[in-house]
């Protein structure tokens, strides 16, 4: 399996709106519940719940928010991009560009961490975040994706 094979083109935000944490949850929430076949209200619950426990800004520029719900039966990734930035109590305190969503079926672990693994993969190649950070639409962001993915 690849980011790519469950990276919908309908679930990626080239230019954020939100300005802050709880928006950005809401925005990505409501572009990747469709693919999820989930509740956009409950996404969010399930993303801001698990913020409580600790931020998933990790640093650099790059959050992952992820949760898991009884209601999506399959792994579903979603990606919004913020030009300015938004405040996400990132480890290093840095506003967030780029974001990765994740939303895993209630009783997934190998896939979920599969994908998370291969997410914090592609997100430590310099190259692929520049490309992303630049892009110029949401086609050039998946095909930035498409191009860098691998199985596994």
Known sequence: MK???ILKLDAIIA????????????ELSRAVSPVAGAEA????????????????????????PHGKLET??????GFGRSIKGIEFDSLDN??????FLLLTPEHSTGGHLKV??????LLKMDQFKERLLSAGST???????????EDF
């Not at 209200?41 to 959050?63: F, K, N, P, W, Y």
């Open 3 to 5: 980011i790519s094979d």
């Open 15 to 26: 230019d954020l709106k939100a300005k802050n944490k709880s928006e950005a949850i809401k």
């Open 41 to 64: 209200e409950d996404v969010t619950a399930v993303l801001l719940e698990r913020e409580q426990l600790g931020s998933t800004g990790i640093g650099g520029g790059i959050a992952i």
């Open 72 to 77: 999506v039966k399959s792994i579903a990734v």
């Open 94 to 99: 840095r506003p967030v560009h780029l974001f």
């Open 116 to 121: 998370l693994a291969q997410i914090s993969k």
């Open 139 to 149: 086609e050039q962001i998946h095909q930035i994706i498409l191009e860098n993915d």
